[in-house]
């Protein structure tokens, strides 16, 4: 069993503090004693132990430089830590979870899974109809005009546009249902 030291027996803020000195010691005690508690909370956001990982060492850089400013009566540095380490995880989740919203992937994605006319009058209309359908679809939410698009034209499931967004079922319904909703909206709009 290795030996304690002083710096493994400091408070929490003392340790803070050491880590805003510089101290190699104090540093390596400050992971040591919440290295735990912050993988397991990192890791219970993403679901994703490599994830977590880079979420880690994310938080430990970001309480170092933030360490000297600090403040024990606003909250523990466990608590402080920890809000620190549930903001790097959703932003990590929500880098990883986005999918490229411009305008160029929707309209990849309809002209994918819209089939090419047989005949030149019939492709004339065919692209004049796919280009209303994807101002409308720019007209909505990206995520919302997505699961239309996947739904509607390529036949996906509702399971199927929550797999394939990373998305629970329920929102990938909900996306489906409002987008359509929204699409409706702006064709009633344009028909008056």
């Not at 104090?26 to 912050?38: I, K, L, T």
């Not at 909370?41 to 994703?48: S, Y």
């Not at 994830?51 to 402080?80: H, I, M, N, P």
């Not at 995520?143 to 329920?170: D, F, K, N």
Request: hydrophobic share 45%; charged share 25%; with cysteine.
């Amino acid at each position: 069993m290795a030996p304690v030291s002083r710096a493994d027996r400091a408070d929490d803020a003392a340790l803070l503090a050491g880590l805003a000195l510089d101290d190699p010691a104090v540093s390596a005690a400050f992971v040591r004693r919440f290295q735990g508690a912050v993988f397991g909370m990192a890791v219970g956001i993403t679901r994703d132990p490599a994830l977590a990982e880079d979420v880690c060492q994310e938080v430990f850089v970001k309480a170092w430089s933030a360490a000297a400013g600090y403040d024990v009566r606003r909250a523990s540095v466990l608590t402080w830590l920890l809000t620190i380490t549930r903001n790097a995880a959703i932003d990590a989740v929500r880098a990883r979870r986005s999918t490229p919203t411009d305008d160029l992937i929707l309209d990849q994605l309809v002209q994918d899974t819209t089939a090419q006319a047989p005949d030149l009058q019939e492709s004339a209309v065919h692209r004049l109809e796919t280009e209303q359908a994807v101002r409308r679809l720019h007209s909505i939410a990206p995520e919302q005009a997505r699961a239309v698009v996947l739904a509607v034209l390529a036949g996906c499931t509702a399971a199927e546009v929550a797999e394939r967004e990373s998305i629970p079922l329920g929102t990938a319904k909900t996306r489906i249902r409002t987008g359509l909703r929204r699409l409706r909206a702006t064709m009633e709009t344009t028909h008056e």
